[in-house]
């Protein structure tokens, strides 16, 4: 079994480091305020694609996947979305099965509601909503840090060439309770079990940052660039 220290030195997973950004088209990432991109920027960078600021929504024509990062609230991230005229637009991209990456955040607003502000609804481009971690004296909330991945469906091709056990790090205190419990790829216990992988044909969510996940993270991002 591994463990978190284990991961931080391990030499499973292979990156490339070639950085040939014509390989595997030009990804958008979209910027509405709503957390830092940076590190996804320079993380799908490493992984060997080329990245587009998003904050149009004419800009979406012209990229090949998108990934939606997400720090902060929900009813936030929403009303922001719409200020931009970027709801529909967003919308319309996932109505046409096009690749897409929604992490933390980004991918709560993909439910149809939130515990965290129950007067605005979300995207409801998947069935289910987003719950609140239960506070007791054993758990802390929010959930800060490393946990276990436990797969629930090795052929969702995120998970290609993840060792078992491996570890991801996440910071939030909702998580998503999905209707159809077949786009679940992978969940993680935190006082209870909860998807932290979905995929729905070519639209998938992770509820941790893999930017910030170390090797394991970066072959989950390089996993979604070769897609």
Request: proline fraction near 4%.
């Amino acid at each position: 079994m591994s463990t978190i220290k284990d991961q931080k030195n391990y030499s499973l997973v292979s990156i490339d480091k070639r950085r040939n950004f014509s390989s595997y088209g030009v990804i958008g990432i979209v910027d509405y305020a709503m957390g830092n991109i940076h590190s996804v920027k320079k993380a799908v960078e490493f992984c060997g694609a080329s990245v587009r600021i998003i904050t149009k929504p004419k800009e979406l024509k012209s990229i090949d996947k998108l990934i939606l990062p997400g720090v902060g609230a929900f009813g936030d991230a929403l009303n922001n979305l719409k200020k931009m005229k970027l709801y529909e637009a967003l919308l319309e991209y996932l109505e046409a099965d096009r690749v897409f990456l929604g992490i933390c955040l980004g991918m709560q607003i993909l439910f149809e509601n939130s515990q965290e502000d129950t007067w605005i609804k979300g995207l409801g481009f998947l069935k289910g909503k987003i719950l609140r971690f239960k506070i007791n004296k054993n758990l802390k909330v929010p959930h800060m840090g490393w946990n276990k991945l436990n797969f629930k469906n090795r052929n969702c091709p995120l998970l290609k060439d993840l060792p078992d056990n491996a570890y991801v790090y996440f910071c939030h205190s909702f998580y998503p309770k999905p209707q159809d419990r077949n786009i679940i790829c992978a969940t993680t216990n935190y006082g209870i079990e909860f998807a932290s992988i979905i995929q729905k044909s070519n639209i998938y969510g992770v509820q941790f940052h893999p930017e910030k996940s170390q090797k394991v993270g970066l072959k989950i991002m390089q996993n979604f660039v070769r897609l």
